[in-house]
């Protein structure tokens, strides 16, 4: 999907902070955003908080922080998810498996310490993400310059050949 949506016209000259909502941590995760959005510098920065399909009947309900902020909220599927991932500087999220997806476009990433995040825990040990604990701590990493990602650490090329190649050494063909 990379090489289909790598070349979205920004929607403004702001960097977009994605956040990638999960059903269990989307309550903590859209009060985070609620609160740095009163942080950054609005002329800069721009807050889109995607939901996960499982939020988007009752997110009014679940989020009302959300509905009275200026964050985009991304309910619907109008728009594919690497659209997203495309116009962003910087993705936040918890352990969501777009996560991987979202380093694939070079966005740099920021995990959430709260339930489930140790399940990105080599991620942000081996520096590419920042673990952060408040909108406070995640306010001061924007500013900071992040490392190129080394895609073949993530992402092997011509993986469907190399597990091919496996399966024929493994059955002995």
Excluded: C
Excluded at 160 to 170: G, S, V, W, Y
Aim: cysteine-free.
């Amino acid at each position: 999907m990379y090489d289909k949506f790598n070349d979205s016209i920004k929607p403004n000259n702001k960097k977009i902070i994605l956040f990638l909502s999960q059903w269990n941590i989307g309550d903590e995760l859209s009060r985070i955003a609620v609160r740095l959005n009163k942080l950054i510098d609005k002329q800069k920065y721009e807050i889109y908080f995607k939901l996960h399909p499982a939020e988007v009947n009752n997110y009014k309900q679940k989020y009302p922080n959300l509905i009275e902020s200026e964050i985009t909220v991304i309910n619907s599927s109008s728009k594919n998810i690497y659209y997203y991932f495309d116009i962003a500087s910087y993705q936040v999220g918890v352990y969501s498996t777009s996560l991987f997806e979202g380093l694939r476009y070079g966005l740099k990433t920021f995990i959430f310490k709260t339930y489930g995040h140790e399940q990105m825990e080599k991620i942000y040990r081996n520096g590419y993400a920042k673990l952060v604990e408040n909108e406070l701590q995640l306010s001061k990493y924007l500013e900071e310059p992040h490392d190129e990602i080394d895609m073949n650490y993530l992402w092997k090329s011509n993986s469907l050949n190399a597990i091919l190649n496996e399966i024929d050494k493994n059955i002995g063909l």
